[in-house]
């Protein structure tokens, strides 16, 4: 055996290649940093609404602080060395701020002077054991009675209400009675409009000139008489005429049981009603399949 056994075994010609140092950790995207911490945006959220009236509609706060933690992360610079969510609360808590500024009709002296009569007050009552009326607050404060009163009717009329805050009886939206017509309500409409127009076409020429002339284009009873060779009196009569031969024809289609009999069922004035009745039955069928439909939902 070789007297230096580890002869046997020659060192490397060259030195060992040393482990490269570990990656940098990547730097997270916009949508990952946006992502990952909307849960602060709730809890700031949370956080202010526990200090503000009722009325303050969360999901304005909500949709204000979402707002910042975009801009705040397309605007994050990490080489900074500030942590991105104490950067982020930062930006959310101002625009959470001028959110509430916004909604907020009462100035900022307003709120300043309710604070400080709220503080005399306090002392007031701690030291007479009951609530101070308005003149002792005011004599306190070195103001007058009507400056008291004021800025409390300032304060209750910059409490605008969020239609879309609720409380435990739901939104408030919810308890408005809607002025808009319902999808039924529109179609009723629509048949009705559509049946008077055909119900105007279908009277007598006579009769159909004093409506369009007197309700369409609202012209005096004088011109329409002067016109038609009659009497003012005698438009008055048509006028009334037209309007019953209307009524009674939009009710033959849409509400029989409206309609009354006539006087004389087997007469000339009876089967002239008859016929009106039809033709306008018939118009209306003949031309609806032209007319543009009623939307009745989004």
Known sequence: MHPHATDAFPAPSHPATLDPSPAADPVPTVDELVTTHIPLVGHLVREVLSRVPGHVDRDDLTSAGLTALVQAARGFEPERGVPFAR?????VRGALLDELRGVDWATRAVR???RDLDEVRARL???LGRVPTDAEVASARGIGVDDVIANREDLARAKVMSLQAADAQGAYADALVSTTPTPEQALEHAELLAYLGDAVSELPERLR???EGYFLAEQPMAELAEELGVTESRI????AEAMVLLRDAINSQLDPLL???HERPGGVAARRREAYFAAVAERHASVSAFRPRVATSA
């Open 112 to 114: 300043r002077t309710a």
């Open 236 to 239: 008055s009569q048509l006028r």
């Open 87 to 91: 950067y982020a609360s930062t930006r």
């Open 125 to 127: 009552a701690q030291s």
């Open 209 to 211: 000139r004093v409506v």
């Open 259 to 261: 309609v009354p009999a």
